[in-house]
């Protein structure tokens, strides 16, 4: 069971390795507009991506640190103090940084998309400097936000 454990665990990682080289090719295209697209606006929601990224690089180190704890025997509930009742282990932690992983893949794929070739209508569009202002484009890291504070 730990076998196959493993193999999913290597299957995730590298399918979200894939992933994410392919948002960065989707970044490096041209957009559809380009007479409208402005880097300044597209950037501006990637510090709330980053902090869903950020909290979910930290799972995956958390439990990586777990697992080789646990291998080789440290008890670090005792080290750090925790509830020996408390069953919070590298499994549930791989649970959680894969939940959170997925769902970043995907919302930061959708913005990226939405924003470079407006996939979906614009919601509560504005005439104002920026033509591609649309109410999605602050959805889509409030989602990220309110997934990793959940």
């Not at 924003?115 to 209508?121: E, G, I």
């Amino acid at each position: 069971a730990a076998q196959n454990g493993e193999r999913l665990l290597f299957f995730f990682l590298g399918s979200s390795t894939s992933l994410f080289i392919a948002i960065c090719i989707l970044i490096w295209l041209p957009s559809k507009q380009p007479q409208t697209f402005y880097t300044g606006y597209f950037m501006a929601n990637f510090c709330a991506f980053r902090v869903g990224l950020s909290v979910s690089l930290t799972l995956w180190a958390t439990g990586f640190v777990a697992r080789v704890c646990e291998d080789h025997f440290i008890n670090v509930n005792f080290l750090l103090g925790i509830d020996p009742r408390c069953r919070i282990g590298p499994s549930f932690l791989f649970l959680l940084a894969a939940l959170l992983t997925s769902v970043w893949i995907v919302v930061f794929g959708m913005y990226v998309i939405d924003y470079k070739w407006m996939v979906l209508p614009q919601l509560w569009p504005s005439d104002a400097y920026n033509k591609r202002a649309s109410g999605a484009f602050v959805l889509y890291p409030l989602a990220i936000l309110l997934f990793t504070a959940i």
